[in-house]
């Protein structure tokens, strides 16, 4: 318990980090948020500047920022006027988290029993096959993969949409594209650790006194050869946010990875802090959730620590 | 910790095994013809890259344009080469900036010990777990899309696991008998690294190097797809996939070609990283 709020604890100034570097950068970014097709009067773009803070000098801005951040304010947006920045992030995050989940979901689905698979039968096909594929996967990134899923499934044979949102099929493409992409690193880590694992003198212990092999392979090789992969998980959840990016552009999902590139194209900088503070966060947490998850695996890491 | 960590790169068992992989052997000549072809580009493509010829846009590969033209009548196969030029350019740049920081901050890490070298490592693992792509975007967006900055910007938040295995193998070659010799002999701490540590750690740099190669382009495709990277009418591989992927119903090899070139290369990339490694690691390679 000391240690999760020892680690909580830690997040704090990263996130103070990621703060001032997105503020500063978001506010170099050429152009401002009031500069439309049409000069808008001096007077009323100085009202509007005046109007959201943007007037005073940026070390002062930084300050109010943080203030009101540790309040729980995100502050409001500039381009979606009346909405503050934690009600837009609200009515995203709900579609990237649930996106995120079900490919997370379906790559420890595919992932990790195809890893299995392969070290089960080192160098025969069921091993070369399977990671010819992953080798693949990882080299096909998810911007290829996405309209290449799409071509055949959508256009190609007609049995999904190929983009939008709102019906239970729409989910379909989007989570299969980055499940895989992300299936693919995981089912070779699982392949490899278990491949070190089972080399080791305990397993071969089991082995001796009669476990029966499958016992051996499940309970004693996977549960240690588990380790690296969940701590993989992870930094994988941010491969998931860099994918969604992507794949939530092709697929014209209403989540944050769009949401956070139109807000650097609308030079909205409130939004921009608010999608990297949000992002930050949950990695941090995701990381710190990994970490808890290693050591309920494994009672060497709880008690290193 | 006495022995040399890793073979130099001079070493010739090491490449006498690395020839043994023919896969990592095939992704090298592969890569060198790869980048022949797009950096002599302005020499030999067909047709000048920004060449617009909208009488015959949106044309299927033929045998005046091999790989077909795009929506402005462009030659894809020269936009290709072109593109790759960029792609590969960014590559290679934004790797050495990545390698010198690696370096630079892992040995220093190594050399000053202590709890500063704790700190400094904490402060390693700290940057990485930050959203560094967001980051990525902000900054090409921020310094107006030109290339020296996207180098800069990708470089910038690759290094972290080069000074994580750097740190790791000065460590060890700051123990072994002969670092300690020369230290007794007097030698500076420049010129141990002079003459001790690079060529020691060549063999690793060579690895980290040809591994980060691949995320490095990925993260440049990343923010061209995005349409914040790389601006018209150059392009670069990410672009010329996303103007792919729009309208790829109605002309897939604006697609196609593209992507299968960039996956093939990325795919090299990790081949004859894993060769080098095998070869010039023998730890990782007796698995």
């Known amino acids: 318990m000391a240690y999760v709020l020892r680690r909580l604890l830690e997040m704090v100034p990263v996130l103070l980090v990621v703060v001032v570097a997105t503020f500063f950068l978001a506010h170099a970014v050429p152009g401002g948020p009031f500069d439309k097709d049409r000069p808008l009067p001096a007077e009323v773009k100085a009202r509007l500047e005046a109007y959201y803070g943007l007037d005073q000098p940026l070390p002062k801005q930084l300050g109010n920022y943080v203030v009101n951040l540790a309040q729980g304010d995100l502050g409001p947006s500039l381009k979606y006027p009346g909405w503050t920045v934690r009600e837009v992030i609200g009515s995203r995050i709900g579609v990237s988290c649930a996106l995120g989940f079900v490919s997370l979901f379906i790559a420890v689905l595919i992932g990790v029993p195809v890893g299995v698979l392969a070290a089960s039968r080192p160098n025969s096909w069921l091993d070369r096959v399977p990671m010819g594929f992953t080798l693949v996967g990882i080299c096909v990134p998810s911007f290829v993969l996405g309209p290449i899923l799409a071509l055949v499934f959508a256009l190609g044979l007609g049995w999904l949409p190929p983009c939008g949102w709102g019906e239970p099929e729409h989910f379909i493409l989007p989570a299969l594209t980055l499940g895989l992409i992300t299936a693919a690193p995981l089912a070779r880590l699982t392949r490899g650790s278990l491949m070190e694992v089972r080399s080791l003198d305990y397993v071969r212990t089991a082995r001796a006194k009669g476990v029966p092999p499958l016992r051996v392979w499940f309970v004693h090789a996977l549960r240690n050869a588990l380790l690296p992969v969940v701590t993989y998980l992870g930094p994988a959840a941010a491969g998931l946010v860099s994918g969604s990016f992507v794949v939530e552009s092709l697929f014209d999902v209403p989540g944050m990875g769009r949401l956070f590139v139109t807000a650097i194209i609308n030079r909205d900088v409130m939004l921009i802090l608010g999608t990297t503070i949000v992002y930050a966060a949950a990695l941090l947490f995701l990381n710190l959730a990994a970490d808890l998850a290693n050591a309920a695996l494994n009672p060497k890491v709880a008690r290193g620590r | ?287």
């Not at chain 2, 949106?58 to 045998?63: E, Q, R």
């Not at chain 2, 729009?246 to 081949?271: G, Q």
């Open chain 2, 1 to 287: 910790m006495n022995a040399p960590v890793v073979e130099t790169l001079a070493s010739e068992s090491g490449w006498l095994r690395f020839r043994k992989d023919r896969a990592a052997v095939w992704s090298g000549w592969f890569l060198v013809a790869i980048a022949a072809v797009c950096f002599l580009s302005p020499w030999i493509s067909p047709y000048p890259y920004m060449e617009q010829n909208l009488a015959q846009s949106a044309m299927a590969p033929s045998s005046a344009h091999w790989l077909g033209t795009d929506l402005l009548g462009r030659d894809v196969l020269s936009r290709l080469l072109q593109g790759g030029m960029i792609s590969l350019f960014v590559g290679l740049i934004a790797t050495a900036v990545a390698l010198v920081l690696g370096i630079c901050y892992g040995v220093f890490a190594a050399e000053v010990g202590g709890r500063a070298e704790d700190l400094l490592m904490r402060g390693v693992d700290v940057v990485s777990t930050l959203p560094l792509t967001l980051i990525v975007i902000l900054a090409t967006v921020v310094f107006g899309q030109n290339l020296p900055m996207i180098f800069l910007a990708v470089g910038g938040v690759s290094w972290l696991t080069m000074a994580r295995i750097i740190r790791n193998q000065t460590r060890e070659l700051k123990g072994s008998q002969f670092v300690q010799a020369a230290e007794s002999l007097g030698q500076s701490r420049w010129g141990i690294f002079r003459r001790h540590y690079l060529p020691n750690l060549a063999g690793t740099i060579a690895v980290c190097a040809t591994l980060t190669v691949p995320g490095v382009m990925l993260l440049e495709a990343f923010v061209s797809f995005l349409g914040l990277g790389v601006k018209a009418p150059m392009t670069s591989w990410g672009l010329m996939i996303k103007e792919g992927a729009d309208i790829m119903e109605e002309c897939p090899w604006l697609l196609v070609s593209p992507s299968v070139v960039f996956a093939l290369t990325l795919l090299s990339l990790n081949f004859l990283g894993d060769g080098l490694r095998d070869a010039f690691d023998p730890r990782s390679s007796r698995k």
